[in-house]
Structure formats: structure tokens, C-alpha cells
């Protein structure tokens, strides 16, 4: 192996084939070697991050009270982690080195390939971590995972740029049942919920909450733990892609559904799933809706783009509403599959 | 001026065993051409070898050398060290006329001399072996802290960024000083 190599004497074109062959932690890790470096990155290191996203988090399953920042490769669909925030009381290092992030010059320490810095206030660490890397990759932040103490993201991200999120999660911490968010936090999370492509709702509010504000107008939502839904909710959501996980929606509340879809109801909808325990296929179609639907059992595949949702229907049932736009629903395994079919 | 010969012994293709005699193409004669590094040693290098510079290639594809001017004309790099300029020429050797894998054993050995052999390869435009050194570079900071990434990129502290640049001013302010004394004295 060889011992030194004076990166800053080579040519540029040269320069910057070496920091695509490095990955973003790695770039952030050069980048807090000098002001120099750091400006030579940021202007030549651009073919990295076309594919890039940048998203914040404020904590998760694995790693508790660890905000920080993560880049997701669009076309190698994976997630690294580039640069941690934590609390300036969990730091064990005696010496520990010092990093320059924008006007902050903070403890830090090399963790298995991360750099984690240290900071007295969590939430000023994870704000200066991500404005710092998204002028570093000039990306803006594309995705934010929020918890319930981390709403100041929507308003945060919202005055830091104009260009809305691609992604919203809303998570809860450590994966345990108990842990939900209050009622009031759900509804507000909801009222200030930034302008988002995709919104991921995997938290939940208590078992008596009732949503009366509008799920935010998106083009693809998931809600994991839709116990709350109400067939009101289900039937004011805005989005092309829908996905409505552990409800506890009824077969009459399915029937109503697709009575106000056939009235020209939910009209940017193009596939929905919505499970439960309490589906009968049977008793879906009244009287009333056995005119619209044919029995069918042709196989046909749903999906709308490559890392969207995905099903094959195999047989199943044909609706067509009187502006004739015809739709196929399917039941499987407690689940309720649908796809409006747009030629 | 020394003469090393490099890249002339391809072995000649076997006979075709089912195809008639009358059939086969006549065999077209391969072209060389000379280069030399600083150290003036002359290496001769197949054209086929030569495809992967996109300079040389250039400089052969305007020049329409015989073989016996090529001969008489090698082309000449100063800027490059002679070890790494045979580095090259073994590497293009070794490639001659066929892709190279994305991870490529072949790369020269000696890698203390990485960043002359990357120097080289960019001015002489071999694009996949410049695309090879640079990953080899990269490898070299996989996994490291920015502390030990700045020992081993070499990456001056800001202290030493601003000393040095403190220096080139000095520098610069006493030659102009010393530029405008010589052209009082010329006025004298």
C-alpha cells in the first residue's frame, strides 16, 4: 500500500474522477480537512450527486438519540449514512478532534466509517449537519423522518428552500407499540406536513383518535397502522398511489367506497390496497353494485413506476364508471387490491 | 540512446484447421512506433498497443509515418519519467486490443510511484487506466477519518494554507520590488 498521495496537485479532471470512485461519508470526511478542500469539493464534485438525495432523521429503531444525515443512491436504491449529530453527553473521548460544520467548530469522533459530531443542542446539530452537507453535495433536502418531537423539520425545511420534498416519513421511535404519538402531535404533524411527492405515515396515534383535518394532497401515501382511518378519511385522500395498511375498515365501508368512486369519487387515484381483518368478499356487492361489476380471469399487472407499487391481478372483478374509465378489484389474503386502468 | 523492444513478440495465430488455405485473409503486417521518456530510452510499441492513448493516437492518426520514420522519430515525453513511461507501455501491452475488466489486476506494481503514473496516463489520455488509478487512489482513503485522510492525501491544515499563501505574497511583493529597483537602475 502506498503512504501518501498529494490529491491537491493533480489535475481537476483527474481530481474529480477520484471522488466519484468515494462515497459521500468519505467525501464529507475530506471535506473537514480544510477550508481548500472543502471548496474544491464543492465545486467539482457535482456528476456524484445527480443521483442523490439527501434526507434528515431525527432518530431511529436501530440507533436512538443519533440524528443525522443520509444520501439515497436513486439508481442503486440504497441509503448511506454521511454525517450523525448526538448529544454532546455521549461523547467518551478525552481528546476528541474538532470539525468546522458552517460557523460551529465541534467535538467529533470516526465511528465505524461515521463521523459523529457532538453538539449541546440536538436539534441545532441536525440543522447545521444538513445545511452543511446539502451545500457540500448542492442537493437540497429531498426526504425528512420525523418523530414526535421533530415537527420543526416541516417549518425548518420549508424556510431553507423552495423545492419541495420528495419524501415525508413519520415514524415511531423503537418500533414499539406503545409508543404513540399524542393525538394533538398527529393532528398538528398533519396541518404542517410540507408539500411532499411521498408520504409514509408508519406512526400512530391513540386507539380513539379521529382525524379531522385533510391528509395532505401526494401522489403516492402509505399509513401502516391505519387503525384510526375512518371511511370519511379514506375517501378525502388526494393521491395517485394509496396504501392503507392494518385498518380496521369494514366490507360495508368497502362497498361505500366504491359507490362513491363509480360517482366519480377520488378521481386522481390509480391503485389502492387497503387490508383488514374484517373484509368478506362475499358481501361486498349489494344489489345496487352488481350492475357495474363483472366477473373476470384475465391476469393483469399493475404498476406505475419502478419502485412504486406493485401487483398482478389474476382474475378478480371489472368496474367501469359511466365516463367509462374501468377499473379492476381483486381480494387476497384480507387485502383489498384496486387499479384504475387509464386506456 | 538505448533500445528496449516491447510489445513485438505477439505469437503468430494458429493455422485454421478446417478452413480451405485460399480462404484465410492475408495477414497485414503490424505498424510500430518509437517513444521515449525523459530518461531517453526508446521503447517500440505496437499501434494496437498504442489505440488505448488517445494522444499518441492522434499524433499517429495526423503524422502517416513509415515504419522507418517512426523509427527515426519516436515521440518524445520529457515530462515523463522513464520508469513510468515503461509502466505505460507494459500496460498497453498487456491490453492490447481488448477491454479492460473493471477491476484490473495488471496495474503496474509499483505503487509508491502512483501519482507520476497518474500525471502520466492524463497527459497521455489512456482513459481506462486513468479511470483504474483513480479508483486505486480512492481505495486509499476507504474507511478513514478526515485526520488520517489529510496525512495520507497530503491536504494542508488552513494554518498551513494560509502560511504558505502568506509566503507567495512576501514573495511575490519582493520580486516586484526587486523588478521595479532593476527597471529604476535601467533608467539610470
Known sequence: MFNRFPILRIPLVVFTEVVAQLDPAEIVSMSLCSKRSLNILKSNQLKNSRNWELEMLDQDDNKPNCPRVVIFLIDKCRYLEVLSARSISDLKSQNPQFVNIGSHRVPAAFHKGLLQTYWEDRVQGLKAITDYTSSLFSLPVSNVTIYKNSLWMFEWVSKRQTVPLKKVFWWTAFRKNEDFWDDEVFSSAMRQCSPTNKLYILSEPSVNYRLTERLPKVNEIEISKAGWITLDNLMSIDSIEICIDESQLSTVDITKFLKNWLAGGMPRMEYIIITSKNFNELEVFDEELQAYVVPIEEKRKYQKNPFGFEFEFVGGYSMQRKDGIKATINFRNGSFHMAKWND | ?188
Open chain 2, 1 to 188: 540512446m538505448s533500445s528496449t523492444e516491447q510489445g513485438t513478440s505477439s505469437a503468430a495465430p494458429a493455422e485454421p484447421t478446417t478452413a480451405p488455405e485460399s480462404a484465410a485473409a492475408p495477414e497485414v503486417p503490424e505498424s510500430f512506433y518509437y517513444v521515449h521518456g525523459k530518461d531517453k530510452v526508446v521503447h517500440k510499441v505496437s499501434a494496437g498497443a498504442l489505440q488505448h492513448s488517445a494522444l499518441i493516437h492522434g499524433m499517429i492518426s495526423n503524422l502517416g509515418y513509415t515504419e522507418e520514420q517512426a523509427k527515426a522519430n519516436p515521440f518524445p515525453f520529457e515530462n515523463i519519467d522513464g520508469d513510468i513511461l515503461q509502466m505505460v507501455v507494459d500496460w498497453c501491452n498487456q491490453h492490447k486490443g481488448k477491454p479492460t475488466p473493471p477491476e484490473d489486476t495488471n496495474l503496474p506494481k509499483q505503487k509508491e510511484k502512483l501519482f507520476d503514473l497518474v500525471l502520466a496516463v492524463n497527459y497521455l489520455e489512456i482513459k481506462e487506466l486513468l479511470t483504474y488509478c483513480c479508483k486505486q487512489v480512492a481505495m486509499m482513503v476507504k474507511g478513514k477519518s478526515p485526520e488520517e485522510i489529510r496525512e495520507i492525501w497530503m491536504i494542508p491544515t488552513d494554518a498551513e494554507d494560509e502560511a504558505a499563501e502568506k509566503e507567495a505574497k512576501k514573495r511575490a511583493g519582493k520580486e516586484a520590488a526587486g523588478e521595479t529597483a532593476a527597471a529604476a537602475g535601467d533608467a539610470k
